[in-house]
């Protein structure tokens, strides 16, 4: 089973129209983190937003802010205000603690989503 | 500069090849990681490292080989390049909870 899901290979949004990605997610480890990253046709990754497994309050950067809603196992992105700039492939990553071999955090993605931002 | 650098940014070999990935970071992150991008795959874990002399497997290492002997140092080597490894490859870093850093990419096309 996919770790990650993102169900929307491609989105269009009008400009200055609010957007909503999709985004679930599968773990059993009690302590996780869900990241969103933006990669433009330049190829960057771009971190866009961090929400922990325990964080109370959804998080919020600029116009960006992920709605978790953790029993549903989703970390949905919003983009209020959509610009053409926001127009790139988008990532949904869920952080993991790996017990076994080295040990450590690792880090997973979803298969994208483009979002085509309409003038 | 502060950051992670990958070098090269592009690279054409041809198959059979040994190839070489450089990533290097300037912030002493415990963690360092490499992907690989393909398009209908995200991005998938080749290899990670947790600190110096410690590697590990990911999702898909068959064909690669990685080592890590300074701390910002994390070079991935394609002993012998074949077709399906042509690919978009990240290397990335990371010490807490919630800040992965990634590197600009490399371009890798095998002929």
């Known amino acids: 089973a996919q770790k990650i899901t993102q169900t929307q290979p491609g989105m269009f949004v009008q400009e200055k129209e609010a957007v909503t990605l999709d985004c679930t997610y599968d773990t059993s480890d009690p302590s996780y983190g869900l990241f969103w990253y933006k990669q433009p046709s330049s190829g960057e990754m771009i971190f866009l937003i961090y929400q922990g497994s325990y964080d109370q309050q959804n998080a919020t950067e600029g116009r960006y802010s992920l709605n978790f809603q953790k029993a549903r196992k989703s970390a949905n992105l919003v983009i209020s205000a959509s610009q053409l700039g926001d127009s790139a492939m988008y990532f949904c990553?869920?952080?993991?603690?790996?017990?076994?071999?080295?040990?450590?955090?690792?880090?997973?993605f979803g298969k994208g989503t483009k979002l085509s931002v309409i003038p | 500069d502060a950051g992670i650098t990958q070098s090269p940014r592009y690279k054409i070999t041809e198959t059979g090849r040994q190839v070489t990935l450089m990533c290097h970071q300037t912030?002493?992150?415990?963690?360092m990681f490499w992907y690989r991008q393909d398009l209908g795959h995200g991005l998938r874990l080749i290899y990670y490292s947790a600190a110096a002399d410690i590697t590990d497997k990911g999702e898909v290492p068959d064909g690669y080989v990685v080592s890590r002997s300074k701390t910002e140092n994390f070079p991935l080597t394609l002993e012998s390049a074949t077709r399906s490894q042509t690919s978009v490859y990240f290397c990335?870093?990371?010490?807490?909870?919630?800040?992965?850093?990634f590197g600009a990419g490399t371009r890798l096309s095998v002929l």
């Open positions: 990335a870093s990371s010490e807490d909870w919630a800040g992965w850093y």
């Open positions: 990553a869920m952080r993991e603690v790996q017990y076994s071999g080295a040990g450590s955090y690792q880090l997973t």
């Open positions: 912030w002493s992150h415990s963690y």
